[in-house]
């Protein structure tokens, strides 16, 4: 019996690249398709010790190039983009090809579409938002709350300083309306206005002098609905000046496709200069309190990766490691809520993407961690 066969398109790009290496280093057998548009790109990711993959030039706007890559497939994970771009359209030609299929894309449009058209096949699995944001940072906190009683209290704060993508920053844009700034959850509800940015702010296990700012969004709403959480507080953490200035400048605006490409150039350089002499890293910090067997108790939990893309590929490849050992019931998934927690957070320790892991049971007092220690 011949192993699964995974296509993985957008596969040179840098979250291709982390799923690579993570379903390569995974121990069961995988044949990998790898895809991408330019083929001396692909050629680079050749391995002679693995002569069952596969190298697919493919666009994801051709649609014949498109059926080429997913033909035979069993899986078919995509981390091209940008994402609001392509929508369905790989999605769609993958369950045509009768494969199942994994985007660390989300968001309910692209879920009602890919349900439309899995209804053609009940069989079909799809896991979306399997990425660092909605994705991972969802399944952290679910891991964190077991055995804690209902009516807890959550914070989260993710912190990335990294390079942008063209991408990536044009999907930051495009989904920045997704979010409902300055809310909370607070007694079973969504409260607008409950929370403030904050600047001069000093985190645990991050560096001085941050600025905070607080959102709600689905992902949030459903984990604070899933863990009947009495109080939720999410929050962007920025370290540094220009990214958050450029963003100040384009929030509310409206923007056309020539303008979006020009103000996710102006990320792009933002975060160019916020890096600058920097290493980059993403952060998650996580603090829930609550009762455990009755008694008051206090969990942090930080987790620490090389960046977004790092984070994003170890999600995507957690599902896919799911999904292939048939944890995954058929229809359209997000991945946070159909993931188990305990097994997610098993496997992601014993892979590579994670520089740093700290797990506290009281809350945290100005601590230092020293990158790189697991």
């Known amino acids: 019996m011949k192993a699964p066969l995974v296509a993985v398109l957008g596969a040179y790009g840098a979250v291709g690249l982390a799923v690579v290496e993570a379903l390569r280093g ?14 001396a790109l692909l050629e680079q990711l050749a391995d002679p010790a ?42 769609r030609a993958a369950l045509a090809a009768g494969a199942d ?46 055995g804690m009683a209902p009516g807890a209290s959550l914070s989260v704060h993710i912190g990335t300083l990294d390079h942008f993508s063209l991408g990536a920053a044009e999907d930051y844009l495009a ?32 560096p001085a002098g941050l600025t905070t700012h607080p959102y709600l969004h689905h992902e949030g709403e459903q984990l604070a ?26 929030s509310g605006r409206r923007l056309d496709a020539v303008q979006l ?58 599902a896919a490691q799911a999904l292939l050992a048939g944890e995954v019931p058929a229809g359209v998934h997000q991945g946070a809520e159909v993931l188990d927690a305990q097994r997610a957070v098993q496997r992601l320790r014993a892979g590579s993407a994670l520089t740093a892991w700290q797990m506290l049971e009281r809350a945290p007092h100005e601590a230092a961690l020293e990158e790189g220690a697991l």
């Not at 490409?261 to 002499?277: F, I, K, M, P, T």
């Open 261 to 318: 490409g020009s103000a996710a150039r102006e990320l792009v350089a933002a975060a160019a200069l916020d890096l600058a002499g920097r290493k980059p890293y993403l952060r998650y910090l996580f603090q829930l309190d609550g009762s455990c067997d009755g008694a008051p108790c206090s969990r942090t939990l930080m987790v620490a990766a090389s960046g977004a893309a790092a984070a994003s590929g170890a999600m995507a490849a957690l």
């Open 175 to 206: 989904g920045m309306g997704d979010n409902e700034s300055l809310a909370a959850w607070q007694d079973g509800r969504r409260l607008a206005g409950a929370a403030r940015r904050e600047h001069g702010v000093d985190l645990p296990f991050f």
């Open 26 to 39: 995974q121990p069961a057998p995988l044949r990998l398709r790898l895809g991408g548009r330019r083929a």
């Open 101 to 146: 299929y994994i985007d660390p894309a989300g968001g309910a449009p692209l879920q009602t579409s890919l349900a439309a058209l899995a209804v053609a096949d009940p069989r079909r699995r799809v896991v979306l938002s399997a990425g660092m944001l909605p994705g991972l940072s969802g399944i952290l906190p679910r891991w964190l709350a077991r």
């Open 225 to 250: 609905r899933a863990l009947a959480l009495k109080q939720a507080r999410f929050y962007n953490v920025f370290d540094g000046a220009h990214l958050l200035a450029a963003l100040g400048r384009l």
């Open 50 to 91: 693995r002569p069952d993959d596969q190298l697919c030039v493919a666009n994801a706007f051709d649609a014949a190039a498109l059926a080429r890559l997913c033909e035979g497939c069993d899986l078919v994970i995509n981390c091209a983009g940008p994402a609001h771009r392509l929508f369905d359209l790989v999605g």
